[in-house]
T-cell receptor, first 115, second 114 residues
Framework: DAGITQSPRHKVTETGTPVTLRCHQT?????MYWYRQDPGHGLRLIHY???????DKGEVSDGYSVSRSKTEDFLLTLESATSSQTSVYFC??????????????FGSGTRLTVV | AQKVTQAQTEISVVEKEDVTLDCVYE???????LFWYKQPPSGELVFLIR??????QNEISGRYSWNFQKSTSSFNFTITASQVVDSAVYFC???????????FGTGTRLAVRP
């Protein structure tokens, strides 16, 4: 019972093409997050959402957009993929009703390669 | 701004050795939470522990223990009698009360050799 699933798990795409990653949760949590993981940088926040249609930028948001039209789905879009966006992307949901202090539950990650 | 520093990039130990992973954090908030996550070779992120800023009591869970010291802004993680299955990347993270986001350190890769 993952409670949170990411799709696709792996993707190879060409430079300049748009790419959308999907995060789906069954926990009805209010907060959802997108992180990217790169060697030497740990996990860095791209965007997050604190409710339907409520989103905000993280520390590395350039080149990315997000949408949340339903509580359960949080989409991350690379409008025009670049090689610097090759990374592992993790979605997370907050484990508590207020999104603070309860830690996150992470999806299994999406490995994206831009060639 | 808040920051989490894990100065040890990689650690290699022989099985059954004890090992301590260091975590130093910076925040101006008085209320915050600290976390440790484990990322095994399979890639998923596994929650290990949460500690709030008002609870400095050390915690032990089996072979794992955590030492939280506000005076030095540190939240160190010790594995006693390490095992090969402990090989993973370990992340320390900080969640402050006035924000919604978890800030991660860069991680420490632990290799336990048989």
């Amino acid at each position: 019972d993952a409670g949170i699933t990411q799709s696709p798990r792996h993707k190879v795409t060409e430079t300049g093409t748009p790419v959308t990653l999907r995060c789906h949760q069954t926990e009805n949590h209010r907060y959802m997050y997108w992180y990217r993981q790169d060697p030497g940088h740990g996990l860095r926040l791209i965007h997050y959402s604190y409710g339907v249609k409520d989103t905000d930028k993280g520390e590395v948001s350039d080149g990315y957009s997000v949408s949340r039209s339903k509580t359960e789905d949080f989409l991350l879009t690379l409008e025009s993929a670049t090689s610097s966006q090759t990374s592992v992307y993790f979605c997370a949901i907050s484990a508590g009703p207020q999104g603070y202090g309860y830690g996150y539950t992470f999806g299994s990650g999406t490995r994206l390669t831009v060639v | 701004a808040q920051k989490v520093t894990q100065a040890q990039t990689e650690i290699s130990v022989v099985e059954k050795e004890d090992v301590t992973l260091d975590c130093v954090y910076e925040t101006r908030d008085t209320t915050y939470y600290l976390f440790w996550y484990k990322q095994p070779p399979s890639g998923e992120l596994v929650f290990l522990i949460r500690r709030n800023s008002f609870d400095e009591q050390n915690e032990i869970s089996g072979r794992y223990s955590w030492n939280f010291q506000k005076s030095t802004s540190s939240f160190n993680f010790t594995i006693t009698a390490s095992q090969v299955v402990d090989s993973a990347v370990y992340f320390c993270a900080l969640h402050k009360s006035s924000g919604d986001k978890l800030t991660f350190g860069t991680g420490t890769r632990l290799a336990v050799r048989p």
